[in-house]
């Protein structure tokens, strides 16, 4: 079939429908009788169509095959196949497109117009034509095609745009598992889960051994999901590790996140979080919760013996001289579990839309002899069925059990050394109000680390000048008595106290030193902690020397001199060349 | 639309409602409702006596309109919560910032 192009135009123009509606547009006419293909066309060219046309079905298909029309008008009778099967032929050629199917027919029976519908055309046109009303048909119709074509493009925009938030998220995604959050959980005491709602977490659970001995874990829930949660979760990963491999006590680290996170995310976001550390050696927990629902102790027996309720602002809320760091402090038993969870535990739904709860929670708590993560899991699922999750759900639970928490290093397994043995020494002292504000076991930690650093025996070093610290700060230069820990009550009125004294303190220091001399086996760091403070402040207890914590220092040293009754220890620590 | 205002006979208090879910979809909303005014108001009450369910993304909205206000604890009341609504605010611990009624 030969293309033609328009004439010249007519005279005619309807009132309210633009004169060249049909420019650039390919309109395909199908009619056996001549004069109507005539007729038709000619109304066609004069809108500004392109026309094609076709005097059968069969050629019609052809044509439509080769070229897909913008528009089709189109007789029901026809030899051979009729326009019905023609409107069902295009519409399966171009199952995507919006063209706009119009039958022009002489037939005026309601079942014969009925099924011009049927088959899909968008409008029916009853001979004889009159140029007007074809014109508005023709009008609408494309008006119809071109509202299709627009909510095509912004549906194309559109899934471009989720492919390519998608595969950011997937990138954020893989930067976050190399950051290997969920490695530091590989502990033998600890469980834990963590299902996102999405992609990427907005809860994040990190674990760390502090060089001192203690199991530190941050559990967190940043305020929304996605990118933003992603980034936030980055920084806080990157803060918290170090600090714990640093030694630095959960009041520090804790202030650091929250300056850190007030300083990088927008006011509106914030990171309500759970920090915990626990000594294997003296049981001695400590929790700073802010914004977290309350962390559970557990006993063995299963009953529910202790919880943390927030009592902090969530981390990134408040500047940093309105901040309050102070953890509360209890006494953990053998046997005793820990257990955290996200709000998105206690407030899954399920088809009812019931929320799981927190009873539930400690109903599977304390049922005895199975792994509580594992079994919350399966009840969460239970409840929740096929109703989709809204928020991420994460759970933690830590058992107390001080042998396989501590599993320290063989004191005599050699040290693999990147550095020879040098000779080195060195010393810091602080004085009465610089131990109020600075903890200094990471600092002389950082300044032995650069020095000498001893692999795997820092830990056990850390732990030594740790204890020899504690003991000349709380016994010798605040004078508390250490039998006070003992027990519950007494635990908490011991760390009260601490506050108390250390706050009041108006004079004294305390020193702490290293001394290393290499030797062919290896080499031998001599730590001597002295404190100077008023002598009847000192506790009785400093003279108690098999105290449990210089028990552990005697357990790793080679030996443990104390003078100056008690107020001055040195020990010994050897270590050998691998 | 879930969020509605008031404003007091003596033009110093702004009360804001929020009906039904207060998250993340009211976002804009609310920052109109308290921006609109092109001023700053003495005191904010934000009633949440419709409110039935509030997430993170809401105690970050209340930041905003506490920094807003001034940043006072007194400049924003929060009113008529659910025990559910309470219980959330608890948990943040935002009586710490804002007058819990």
Known sequence: MPRTTPAVADTFTASNISRNFGDGLVALIVDDSEIDQYLVQRMLLDAGFTVEVASSAEDAIALASNCQPDLVCCDVRLPGADGYALCSAVRARYPDAYIPFLFITALSDERDLLKCFEVGADDVVVKPVTQTLLRAKLTAALRTRDMHQVLERQRDQLALFRTDVQRDMEIAKTIIDNLGSEKTLALPNVSYHLQPMDTLNGDLIIGGRSPGGAQCFLFGDFTGHGLPAAIGVQVVHGVFCAMVARGHAIECIATELNRKVRQLLPRDRFLSAALIEIYADSGTISVWNGGMPELLVCSKDGRIKKSFRSTKLPLGVLPADEFDATPTRRQLHEGDSLFCYSDGVIEALNSAGQMFGVERVKLALTAAGHDVVEALCADLERHSGATPQHDDVSMLHVRFEPDIMRARHDQHAPVDMSRAATHWHCCVALGHDALRSTDPIPVVGAVMDAIQGFGPRNDEIYMVVSALFSRALEQGLLGLDASLKCDQTGFASYYHQLEERLTGLTDGSIEIGFAHTPDHEGGVLEITVSERGRAQAASASLHDNSHADLEAVRDVCESLELSDGGRRAVARYRWYKG | ?101
Do not use: C, W
Request: no cysteine.
């Open chain 2, 1 to 101: 639309m879930s969020i509605s205002t008031q404003t007091s006979g003596d033009g110093q208090t702004l009360t804001i409602r929020v009906q039904d879910r207060f998250d993340f979809n009211v976002h804009r909303d609310l920052r109109q409702a308290y921006e609109a005014a092109g001023k700053r108001f003495g005191n904010y009450v934000l009633d949440l006596r419709g409110t039935t369910y509030m997430d993170s993304a809401a105690l970050g909205m209340l930041l905003q309109l506490r920094e807003h206000a001034g940043g006072k604890r007194q400049a924003v009341r929060l009113t008529n919560a659910q025990p559910v609504i309470r219980d959330i605010l608890a948990v943040a611990n935002f009586d710490q910032l804002f007058t819990i009624e």
